[in-house]
């Protein structure tokens, strides 16, 4: 009869649940005592009046639907309520940690870098299109990937100005078009777009041999040579995906790349956002790249037709396995690109709306690496002499780093420097698989550390400062950015990308739209400057 009346199913399922009771009770028993003998005190808590924080999820949509600004609408505005470090009510019940101070990052990047990880949502998103590659995988896999690539940084073996001076200048000519016979300036420019062609040319060249040439391809009537070998890869893949229209390099990379950002803001639960657009645009690149990795083996050791190697045939020598080079070659070419690109774009609006500093770059820029006409040697060893032009770029970092909020997740109980007790200066534990969001973004812009006008673009501040653990737009610790110091690097080619525009351009405009989004530029080809009678007052 017990069984009749559903006692069989009861008696277990009452028993499974005190069980995970007793065990949760136990647990933090074990947490608290762990917190006390370590000096930790409690931190301030931003909770939710709803269950799940549906409510903050809520109003970040809504700001997002809006395009408005995530960072000064959400994030600064809670750590100007609660203090640099507090926990905060997540999804599904979680708690986690925010922090915006310079010791607790420290901790996290590298004092205790063993005791974080980046998590199973970094392999959720980003691994969709990148596999397992540096940036996704932590403990052995992650330090074979660094000790493999970082000789390559190192020598500097690849080292080709030839192929920014080329994307510049066929940016200039795109540029160009937007101008009217006899006017000074040019009509409006989304340079922001153009920026993201420069990039996608540059580093399929730069990394791939393999130059999309999307720039001058979305000029009506411009004349494009494309490498032949690109042209078979795409009727190959198109032939392969019969009925679903033709894609190009550039569109499915942006196809993949927002359906990343999309698997990104779901976090743990990157596994329910599915879309067989970014499916087959993904599988494109992989096509894609599989047809470049068979002919960088082919060539072994040999040469391309410029009589250099590329970055993709360097790597097939270490890496044997297809696969695997596929994952780091897409790694390294998204990272530059993204970063290259964004950077660009905030420092040339920057340099819009402070005019006095942009004259006073482009004098820098003329003075250390002449004229258009009587051009000196651009190299990547001799980037850093130009001093105006390395603050101008570490203060657009500064202001937008390229990733604005990072996130490490404890791989054990820890301890985290400071946050706890009324004063904010106590220890505060961290539970195992506990989230802690590193807010980059808004230490860089802290005022009690970079003074009362920490909002503002002033490229001066840099003189006599080092970077360091307050500016961490490269990351920190084991894991900072290859990029930061080393050579050939996104800074190395946002600089000389940078270098190469100011010689043509004297003069530079800003405007934004209605919903302040898309950044419109104008700017003035130099090549024989009208100067005073161009109104460079704004749009």
């Known amino acids: 009869m017990a069984i009749l009346d559903g006692g069989f199913l009861i008696y277990p399922a009452a028993l499974a649940a005190g069980f995970w009771l007793l065990r949760r009770y136990v647990k933090e028993r074990e947490f608290q005592s762990f917190a006390a003998q370590h000096g930790c005190r409690p931190l301030p ?53 925010m922090t915006a101070d310079p010791a607790n990052m420290r901790a996290v990047l ?45 020598r500097g073996e690849i080292n080709d100005m030839d192929i920014e001076k080329t994307a510049a200048d066929e940016l200039v000519y795109a540029i160009k078009t937007y101008m009217e016979e006899g006017e000074a300036w040019t009509g409006e420019v989304n340079l922001q777009t153009l920026f993201l062609r420069l990039t996608l040319d540059s580093g399929t060249e730069f990394f791939f041999g393999a130059n999309v040439k999307s720039q001058l391809g979305a000029i009506p009537g411009a004349r494009v040579n494309v490498d032949p070998d690109l042209a078979e890869i795409g009727k190959m893949v198109v032939a392969g995906q019969a009925g679903e229209g033709e894609l190009s390099f550039g569109e499915a990379f942006h196809t993949a790349s927002a359906q990343v950002r999309a698997r990104g803001n779901a976090g743990d639960y990157a596994f329910l956002f599915r879309s067989s657009k970014a499916d087959r645009a993904v599988k494109y690149l ?43 070659s897409l790694f390294l070419f998204t990272a530059a690109r993204d970063t290259t690109a964004g950077t660009l774009s905030f420092l040339f609006l920057l340099l819009a709306k402070h005019k006095s500093a942009f004259q006073k770059l ?24 130009c001093q105006y032009l390395q603050w101008c770029l570490y203060e657009t970092l500064r202001l937008f780093p390229p990733g604005p909020i990072n996130l490490r997740v404890a791989e054990r109980d820890t301890v985290l420097p ?10 505060i534990a961290v539970r195992k698989g506990q989230k802690v969001l590193l807010g980059f973004y808004v230490m860089q812009r802290r005022s009690d550390i970079w003074g009362e006008d ?35 690097t996104p800074f190395s080619m946002t600089t000389s990308l940078a270098s190469f525009l100011l010689f043509e351009f004297c003069r530079i405009s800003c405007s934004l739209l209605a919903n302040g989004y898309f950044l419109y530029r104008r700017v003035c080809p130099c090549g024989g400057c009208i100067g005073d009678r161009a109104d460079a007052s704004g749009i």
């Open 418 to 427: 400071t946050g706890g007790g009324p004063d904010g200066k106590s220890p």
């Open 286 to 328: 992989q096509t894609f790249m599989d047809f470049l990795i068979a002919r960088a083996h082919a060539k072994g050791r040999g040469k391309t037709s410029t009589g250099k190697h590329t970055w993709l045939e360097t790597l097939s020598r270490d890496i044997p396995d297809p696969e695997e080079l596929r994952n780091q």
């Open 454 to 488: 920490a909002a503002e673009f002033r490229p001066e501040r840099w003189e006599g400062r080092q970077a360091d653990g307050t500016f961490l737009s490269f990351s920190g610790g084991p894991r900072i950015c290859l990029g930061s110091e080393l050579h050939p």
């Open 45 to 97: 808590h931003s909770g939710s009046w709803v269950p799940f924080a549906l409510d903050r999820m809520w109003t970040a949509l809504r700001v997002v639907d809006a395009r408005g600004d995530v960072m000064e609408e959400l994030f600064f505005p809670s750590f100007r309520a609660m203090g640099w470090t507090f926990s905060s009510a997540g999804a599904f019940g979680e708690t986690n940690i």
């Open 362 to 385: 482009r004098a820098a820029v003329l003075a250390d690496f002449g004229t258009k006409d009587e051009p000196k040697e651009i190299a990547f060893y001799n980037l850093k002499k």
């Open 110 to 154: 590298a004092t205790q870098f063993h005791d974080f990880s980046t998590g199973a949502s970094r392999m959720g998103s980003f691994g969709y299109l990148l596999g397992k590659c540096l940036f996704t995988v932590d403990g052995e896999e992650w330090e074979r990937s660094r000790a493999m690539f970082r000789p390559h940084f190192a």
